[in-house]
């Protein structure tokens, strides 16, 4: 059983700041790729950034220059720094780890609950 636990969600205003952090928990061999999704009312989950196990870094258009995914592979935790925030970021922001179980089974993948994030004066 492999959960992954999202925090770090809220109410800012514009211009401010964010840290969402997402630990997995339970048994497996490792944490692959990671990253983190969002879906405003009314569109489909996009990909916001996302991070290798080698901290090779990939970010969407709209949120590069703002946002900074990192992770801490000793606390199976993945972070995600988000600075100068729009109205048009706000969003329900899901965790997701490619996890493999095994040493031998390739990564699947899990998501967390989500956490909301509300940009407004």
């Known amino acids: 059983q492999v959960q992954l636990v999202e925090s770090g969600g809220g109410l800012v205003q514009p211009g401010g700041s964010l840290r969402l952090s997402c630990t997995a928990s339970?048994?497996?061999?490792?944490?692959?790729?990671m990253g983190w999704y969002r879906q405003a009312p009314g569109k489909q989950r996009e990909l916001v950034a996302s991070?290798?196990?080698?901290?090779?870094?990939n970010y969407a258009d709209s949120v590069k220059g703002r946002f900074s995914i990192s992770r801490d592979n000793a606390k199976n935790t993945v972070y995600l720094q988000m600075n100068s925030l729009t109205p048009e970021d706000t969003a329900v922001y899901y965790c997701?780890?490619?996890?493999?179980?095994?040493?031998?089974?390739?990564?699947?993948?899990?998501w967390g609950q989500g956490t909301q994030v509300t940009v407004s004066s």
């Open positions: 339970g048994s497996f061999f490792r944490i692959n790729t």
């Open positions: 991070i290798s196990r080698g901290s090779t870094t």
């Open positions: 997701n780890g490619g996890v493999s179980l095994r040493i031998s089974n390739p990564p699947r993948d899990y």
